[in-house]
C-alpha cells in the first residue's frame, strides 16, 4: 500500500474484484472495456470517442455522454506512469488533478484497486495550505458531512 | 462548475486547511457564537482568532451581523455543503464507475463477452 503520508487534498477510494490482476489492469487502459464502466450511472463513454496511450506522456481522453440529455463532457488526461499491471498514473490536464490506480494482487484470483486522487484544486499547492491541510479529503468529507448533515445522504 | 464556483470551492477548501478553523466551523455548526465564544476552547488572543474568523468570513463559510453589539457569528451551511458535495461527487463516480466494472469482469469471466454496441436499438 502507500507508505507516502498523507498529502494535501487527496481522496482515497478502494474495491475489490473478482479477477485477476492482469485482466483488472487492461480493463483500465483498453477502449473496448473502459467503454463498459468509465461514465458513471446515467453517463455512457462511447468507445468511439476513448483514446487511449498507455505510456508516460500519452493521452487518455474520453467522452462522457449524459445518458437523458445527451450533453457531452470532454475528458483529457497525460499518463504520467504506466506500470502494468501494478500501477497507472494519469493528471487530468483541466483540473490538474493526479489519479493513482493501485493494483493488488490478494493472492486468491481476486484483486484490490487503489484510487488516489490528490492535488484537487489550484489553491492547494500553496505551501501553507499544504502544510495545513493534513486531512485526506475522505475523511475530511466525512467530517464535513456529519457537520451539515450530508454524508448519509 | 462555473468558474466563480471554483474560486468559492477552492476559498473554501483553503479556508479548512487550518484545524483551527475547522474547530470553529465545527462549533457553529451547533449554533451561533460570538468572539468571545469561540476564543474560549483556544489558547488564543482575540486578535488571533478573529484573523481566523476574517478568512472564513472572506470565502463566505461564515457571516457576522453587522448591528448587534457582541455580532455573534453564524456558520453558512450552503457554502459548506458545496465542499461536501464536491468531495462526495468524486467518491460517487469512482463507486459508480466501479460498480459497473465489477459487472464487466464478471461477465468476461463467465463466456458471455458482451462487446460494445451490443444493446439492441
Redesign the interface.
Known sequence: MNEQTTAPGELNFSRRFDAPRELVFRCLIEPEHLAHFWGPAGVSAPVEHIKVDPRPGGVFETVMVNDADGSQYPTRAVYVEVAEPERLVWTESHSGMTVTATFTDLGDGRTEVHIRQTNVPEAFRSPQAQAGFLTSLDRFAAYLGGLSGKATR | MTLAA?DQ???T??A????TR?AI??RL?EGDATVNELAAPFDMTLPGISKHLKVLERCGLISRTRRAQFRPCHLE?DV??A???W??E?????????????????D??SGSH????EDDE
Do not use: Y
Open positions: 471554483e470551492l477552492d476559498a477548501f483553503m479548512l486547511a487550518d484545524p475547522r466551523v465545527a455548526a451551511a459548506l455543503d465542499a461536501v458535495d468531495i462526495e468524486s467518491r460517487r463516480v469512482w463507486a459508480e464507475r466501479f460498480d459497473k466494472l465489477g459487472t464487466h469482469l464478471r468476461l469471466q458482451p462487446r460494445n454496441g
